[in-house]
């Protein structure tokens, strides 16, 4: 019996083609006729029912091949015993599909997903945009969320640079007034938050300004940290303005561990003190605690044997942070391909409980795509290219570049029956956007937990979100993130395999399925696929350079899907001895167009850079060719070609001389010295 993803023909009726098709492949019989349904729907029981139109067949042109292997009078005979239209009925079961991609056609690239899908009305809506809409909307979460805590609209006492600016103050009268290890954990104290505001040219205070000498010791810890400079450089949404890139400096200064000295020991008692014997500080200090925790993850706890002391206001840390941790730092761009690895092979476990923090839920998403044996679950197997593919988005929505070399050939069987005039009925799954119910699954209850994030928050939930150039959504945060949790579980429902044992769907079901359903009749107009994906990320190498990695645009390619486990098809409506006319083809491949990030990098130094809108400049002179924005890249930058170091890439066959994106396409050869320009050349 053939098992099939019954869930996915949701659709009352879809047209495959316009009319009858009658294609002979190359290779193939010259007696056979390849007809594809021009409708498909289900039907209450469920089973699924394939309609194909024969009316038209004689009067279309017939191949010379085809007379001149059976002769007219045969063919005309054939033709003439054709039914004016036939159905295929398929049981309901429970199969997997079989998914692979094409490499990404050679055009150029755009910049969002909206624009993109206006050169193709067919186009289906895929892991690549879906995901990118979740990642982009879960930046904004979190941006918002940390310009409240600045502004002091996250229901706080204090915004957050009061807080820090208050404390200062407390360890200024501390510095002027004692001696010894007071007067030096004081300084530490001093030194840092002040060097802090000093490299986001906040304003100090003048009783600070008016003490020389400390003055210079600010200078020194401020000279000290820019020597860190690469480390300095924000990711995620802290790159989309100066506000919140300056959230990420102060952070990440105030992250660092203090010495493991008398001095440090006293700085870090001190703050202790000034927060417990503050009201006001207490509660923001607790508050901030909570955000961090909530969101990016619960710091690394000091054990006897550490080596330093600890921070001001330690940072967050997740299974990624805390994978990526254990590189140096001229690795951590390899550490990404790395990670990818550990996750394919089981070795990093992405998963997350209900108390987890968000960063940790919203990256068990990605178990979905690397994890074989998760995919295996949810009734999906891959072709040959399609796990490479699913690497490389991971890659691109963590702001990385991944390099993989194509494999040939799809799994399907090529079968050739004998020469006879037939009409083979193609059989194939028919999809309204890629199915991926583990990742979407995981994605709704990511969302689901950033809720009980913003509930936890007095006045969180009608923030409204913050986009990459400024602006605000104007419905308030907490309808948003209700209606995507919705939204990505509609998409997990119509993703997912049915099971004869699978209960009745709840009101909940049913309001997320649609909601799917519309969302996927009108994705055109989503307001967040009219962002710009463009975007540069630098990744340190070393103490020097940087992998520039980043999203280059989007193109097309193609999704390929049949049934992984057919069976045995019931044709209707045909007479008994007419049943030898036709040949039911439950391997066909169904073709889709669907929209594909692009990535690429260069190695240049850590302190070049190119913020959103110069990058998206570069890429628009470039003509959209990855080639060529490549090429300007390096002549911007002052960079070289990425060079991967050795290790487990090369064990995957993977050349170590970068191209961008060679896994989908793009296999042109680059030098440095001497850039392609222009057109893409396959």
């Given at each position: 019996?053939?098992?099939?993803?019954?869930?996915?023909?949701?659709?009352?009726?879809?047209?495959?083609?316009?009319?009858?098709?009658?294609?002979?492949?190359?290779?193939e019989?010259?007696?056979?006729?390849?007809?594809?349904?021009?409708?498909?729907?289900?039907?209450?029981?469920?089973?699924?029912?394939?309609?194909?139109?024969?009316?038209g067949?004689?009067?279309?042109?017939?191949?010379?091949?085809?007379?001149?292997?059976f002769?007219?009078?045969?063919v005309?005979?054939?033709?003439?015993?054709?039914?004016?239209?036939?159905t295929?009925?398929?049981?309901?079961?429970?199969?997997?599909?079989?998914?692979?991609?094409?490499?990404?056609?050679?055009?150029?690239?755009?910049?969002?997903?909206?624009?993109?899908?206006?050169?193709?009305?067919?186009?289906?809506?895929?892991?690549?945009?879906?995901?990118?809409?979740?990642?982009?909307?879960?930046?904004?979460?979190?941006?918002?969320?940390?310009?409240?805590?600045?502004?002091?609209?996250?229901?706080?006492?204090?915004?957050?640079?009061?807080?820090?600016?208050?404390?200062?103050d407390?360890?200024?009268?501390?510095?002027?007034?004692?001696?010894?290890?007071?007067?030096?954990?004081?300084?530490?104290?001093i030194?840092?938050?002040?060097?802090?505001q000093?490299?986001?040219?906040?304003p100090?205070?003048?009783?600070?300004?008016?003490e020389?000498?400390?003055?210079?010791e600010?200078?020194?810890?401020?000279?000290?940290?820019?020597?860190?400079?690469?480390?300095?450089?924000?990711?995620?949404?802290?790159?989309?303005?100066?506000?919140?890139?300056?959230?990420?400096?102060?952070?990440?200064?105030?992250?660092?561990?203090?010495?493991?000295?008398?001095?440090?020991?006293?700085?870090?008692?001190?703050?202790?003190?000034?927060?417990?014997?503050?009201?006001?500080?207490?509660?923001?200090?607790?508050?901030?605690?909570?955000?961090?925790?909530?969101?990016?993850?619960?710091?690394?706890?000091?054990?006897?044997?550490?080596?330093?002391?600890?921070?001001?206001?330690?940072?967050?840390?997740n299974?990624?942070?805390?994978?990526?941790?254990t590189?140096?730092?001229?690795?951590?761009?390899?550490?990404?391909?790395?990670?990818?690895l550990?996750?394919?092979?089981?070795?990093i476990?992405?998963?997350?409980?209900?108390?987890?923090?968000?960063?940790?839920?919203?990256?068990?998403t990605?178990?979905?795509?690397?994890?074989?044996?998760?995919?295996?679950?949810?009734?999906?197997?891959?072709?040959?290219?399609?796990?490479?593919?699913?690497?490389?988005?991971?890659?691109?929505?963590?702001?990385?570049?991944?390099?993989?070399?194509?494999?040939?050939?799809?799994?399907?069987?090529?079968?050739?029956?004998p020469?006879?005039?037939?009409?083979?009925?193609?059989?194939?799954?028919?999809?309204?956007?890629?199915?991926?119910?583990?990742?979407?699954?995981?994605?709704?209850?990511?969302?689901?937990?950033?809720?009980?994030?913003?509930?936890?928050?007095?006045?969180?939930?009608?923030?409204?979100?913050?986009?990459?150039?400024?602006r605000?959504?104007?419905?308030?945060?907490?309808?948003?993130?209700?209606?995507?949790?919705?939204?990505?579980?509609?998409?997990?429902?119509?993703?997912?395999?049915?099971?004869?044992?699978?209960?009745t769907?709840?009101?909940?079901?049913e309001?997320?399925?649609?909601?799917?359903?519309?969302?996927?009749r009108?994705?055109?107009?989503?307001?967040?696929?009219?962002?710009?994906?463009?975007?540069?990320?630098?990744?340190?190498?070393?103490?020097?350079?940087?992998?520039?990695?980043?999203?280059?645009?989007?193109?097309?390619?193609?999704?390929?899907?049949?049934?992984?486990?057919?069976?045995?098809?019931?044709?209707?409506?045909?007479?008994?001895?007419?049943?030898?006319?036709?040949?039911?083809?439950?391997?066909?491949?169904?073709?889709?167009?669907?929209?594909?990030?692009?990535?690429?990098?260069?190695?240049?130094?850590?302190?070049?850079s190119?913020?959103r809108?110069?990058?998206?400049?570069?890429?628009?002179?470039?003509?959209?060719?990855?080639?060529?924005?490549e090429?300007?890249?390096?002549?911007?930058?002052s960079?070289?070609?990425?060079?991967?170091?050795?290790?487990?890439?090369?064990?995957?066959?993977?050349?170590?001389?970068?191209?961008?994106?060679?896994?989908?396409?793009?296999?042109?050869?680059?030098?440095?010295?001497?850039?392609?320009?222009?057109?893409?050349?396959?």
């Open positions: 019996m053939l098992k099939f993803s019954a869930s996915l023909f949701f659709l009352a009726s879809v047209s495959a083609v316009p009319g009858p098709v009658t294609t002979q492949g190359k290779g019989p010259a007696g056979t006729l390849d007809l594809w349904p021009s409708q498909v729907r289900p039907l209450p029981d469920g089973s699924v029912e394939y309609r194909y139109r024969l009316a067949l004689a009067a279309s042109p017939v191949a010379s091949e085809m007379l001149r292997e002769g007219e009078d045969q005309e005979a054939f033709l003439g015993r054709l039914p004016d239209a036939v295929v009925k398929l049981q309901p079961g429970g199969s997997k599909l079989l998914l692979d991609v094409g490499e990404v056609e050679h055009a150029p690239l755009i910049g969002s997903f909206t624009a993109l899908s206006s050169q193709r009305r067919h186009a289906i809506a895929d892991l690549d945009m879906l995901l990118w809409k979740a990642r982009q909307f879960e930046d904004g979460a979190i941006a918002t969320l940390e310009l409240a805590a600045e502004d002091g609209t996250l229901g706080l006492p204090l915004p957050r640079p009061a807080f820090w600016s208050r404390i200062l407390s360890s200024l009268r501390r510095y002027l007034a004692s001696s010894g290890d007071e007067k030096e954990g004081a300084l530490l104290l030194k840092r938050i002040a060097a802090a000093r490299l986001i040219s906040a100090l205070r003048t009783a600070l300004r008016a020389s000498q400390l003055m210079a600010i200078e020194s810890e401020v000279r000290r940290l820019q020597a860190f400079e690469p480390e300095l450089s924000a990711v995620g949404p802290f790159r989309w303005n100066k506000r919140l890139r300056c959230v990420y400096v102060r952070d990440w200064v105030l992250a660092q561990p203090l010495p493991m000295t008398r001095a440090g020991l006293a700085a870090a008692l001190f703050l202790m003190d000034t927060i417990e014997g503050d009201p006001k500080l207490s509660r923001t200090h607790a508050g901030l605690e909570r955000l961090r925790d909530s969101l990016r993850g619960f710091p690394s706890k000091l054990t006897g044997q550490s080596e330093v002391g600890p921070a001001l206001f330690a940072s967050g840390e299974p990624i942070s805390r994978f990526l941790a590189f140096e730092k001229h690795e951590q761009a390899q550490g990404w391909e790395e990670l990818s550990a996750a394919q092979e089981g070795r476990m992405l998963t997350a409980d209900a108390g987890a923090p968000f960063e940790s839920w919203r990256e068990s990605f178990v979905a795509l690397l994890n074989p044996m998760d995919a295996a679950t949810s009734g999906l197997s891959f072709g040959p290219s399609y796990q490479s593919r699913l690497v490389g988005l991971f890659q691109a929505v963590h702001g990385a570049d991944w390099q993989s070399a194509p494999q040939a050939g799809w799994s399907g069987e090529a079968q050739t029956p020469p006879a005039l037939k009409v083979r009925l193609r059989i194939t799954p028919q999809l309204s956007l890629e199915p991926s119910a583990g990742a979407f699954g995981r994605v709704a209850r990511a969302h689901g937990r950033l809720a009980e994030v913003l509930s936890s928050f007095d006045g969180a939930g009608r923030l409204q979100r913050v986009l990459p150039d400024g605000r959504m104007p419905e308030p945060l907490q309808r948003e993130v209700d209606g995507m949790e919705i939204l990505f579980h509609g998409f997990e429902l119509l993703s997912a395999e049915p099971d004869s044992e699978r209960q769907l709840d009101a909940r079901d309001k997320a399925l649609a909601a799917a359903r519309r969302y996927l009108n994705w055109r107009m989503d307001a967040d696929l009219r962002e710009d994906v463009r975007s540069l990320q630098p990744h340190q190498t070393g103490k020097s350079d940087a992998v520039h990695a980043g999203i280059f645009g989007i193109g097309w390619r193609s999704l390929q899907v049949q049934f992984a486990e057919p069976g045995s098809p019931t044709l209707t409506d045909v007479a008994l001895e007419d049943l030898s006319l036709f040949e039911l083809d439950a391997r066909a491949t169904a073709t889709y167009s669907i929209p594909s990030l692009v990535t690429g990098a260069v190695v240049a130094p850590a302190n070049a190119l913020d809108r110069a990058f998206r400049a570069l890429c628009d002179k470039a003509k959209g060719d990855p080639v060529a924005i090429a300007a890249l390096l002549d911007t930058l960079g070289r070609l990425r060079i991967s170091q050795r290790g487990p890439l090369e064990q995957l066959g993977r050349n170590p001389l970068h191209h961008p994106r060679e896994g989908d396409g793009f296999t042109h050869v680059m030098q440095a010295a001497q850039p392609s320009h222009g057109a893409f050349h396959p």
